[in-house]
């Protein structure tokens, strides 16, 4: 079936429209989110555009595409990420000695206030992340098939590819592998680079810029989750959100389906194939 995509039309309230400063958004998102940049990252300020557009960004001066990997390279419903999850749960329930109820609750609160339930058990409980890493992503990556759709739509997009992850390095080069899409990107940009600060706190894309020497304002950003978008449409990047098939059939929570019609998402699409093919075409 065709790609279904939906474009966000922005809405303007009756009245004159009051711009917003992009720099002020920035220092509001960074409070809200935990801008816990490492000492001497605030004293060099990201340079954003002087006011919000009030129209849908589009694509024609993109030249770097930067891509979330999991749930948004590969379909939700495949449940590789479920795997991860279970694998958390797990860690969390040895390593707090409380049970896998208990677990299941502080890793989805953990995720929901500290973007990764990683940054969560380090915070409050002082955990040394790097076994947990090691252990929650050893799963099974079989449920990943070659997409050669996929791979010639993004290698059809002029410029450059990347990816910026919440996981690891090792998790995305696997999953790139099994989906055979390995070549059409730079780079991958992971929780180790973040210094393992999670999207969607400004400081890891503040990281994330400045090492790939991106201009927000000629890059575009794919995620699945619609609150990592927003930092990012305020620097001045063009966004979409990635819904593919069977989101809903999955077990997701209330916030992470939520913000498709917020003004932070440009874009919306169910087929992200179809969707590169059509800027592509263009």
Known sequence: MESTCVTRVAS????????????????????????????GMNDRKLQVPSQIRSEVRGFAAVETWVFDLDNTLYPHHLNLWEQVDVRIRDYIADFLKVTHKEAFRLQKDYYRRYGTSLRGLMEEHGLDPDEFLEIVHQIDYSPLTPDPA??????GLPGRKLILTNGTRRHA??????LEIEEGFEDIF??????????????????????HKVDPAKAAIFEDLARNLEVPHALGMTTVLVVPAGTREVF??????????APHVDHVTDNLAGFLRGIAGK
């Open 190 to 211: 992971d929780i180790a680079a973040a210094a393992l600060e999670p999207k969607p706190r400004p400081a890891v894309y503040e990281r994330f810029l400045a090492r």
């Open 12 to 39: 303007i309230a009756p009245g004159p429209p009051v711009a917003k400063t992009d720099s002020a958004r920035f220092n509001v998102l960074a409070a809200k989110c935990g801008n816990n940049s490492r000492p």
């Open 173 to 178: 080069e696997t999953v790139m592998r099994r």
């Open 252 to 261: 997701r929570e209330e916030w992470e389906l939520a913000g498709r019609d």
């Open 150 to 155: 996929l791979g010639a739509a993004i290698a």
